[in-house]
């Protein structure tokens, strides 16, 4: 499975962005998808995460009520609509993708992952 992450860049605190990852390489509804991010001198946090059919998703406490995942099966796209951002959003966002239909939270279960796009939030 290839990942590619795009639409990061800079963006002033309070606005909005949505990144994109195309998947490609096996049947896109076979797997549940989610989103990482990595800000500088951090590890690795989980963001998002979706399901197969986009019934069920689970997001981080930080980002509950500002950002959205959702996919579209049809386009093998998995998306994340981010909004009110802060300036402890900037990061790499990666997307990542699990052999399992079902949603899941642990980074260590997910079997795919993107090149990362990066996110900047200015004060």
């Known amino acids: 499975v290839q990942l590619q992450a795009s639409g990061g860049g800079l963006v002033q605190a309070g606005g909005s962005l949505r990144l994109s990852c195309a998947a490609s390489?096996?049947?896109?509804?076979?797997?549940?998808m989610g989103w990482f991010r990595q800000a500088p001198g951090k590890e690795r946090d989980f963001v998002a995460a979706i399901n197969w059919s986009g019934g069920t998703t689970y997001y981080a406490d930080s980002v509950k009520g500002r950002f959205t995942i959702s996919r579209d099966n049809a386009k093998n796209t998995v998306y994340l609509q981010m909004g009110s951002l802060k300036p402890e959003d900037t990061a790499v966002y990666y997307c990542?993708?699990?052999?399992?239909?079902?949603?899941?939270?642990?980074?260590?279960?997910?079997?795919?992952w993107g090149q990362g796009t990066l996110v900047t939030v200015s004060s």
């Open positions: 990542a993708a699990r052999s399992t239909i079902v949603a899941g939270t642990q980074e260590s279960t997910y079997d795919y």
């Open positions: 390489g096996r049947t896109f509804s076979s797997l549940a």
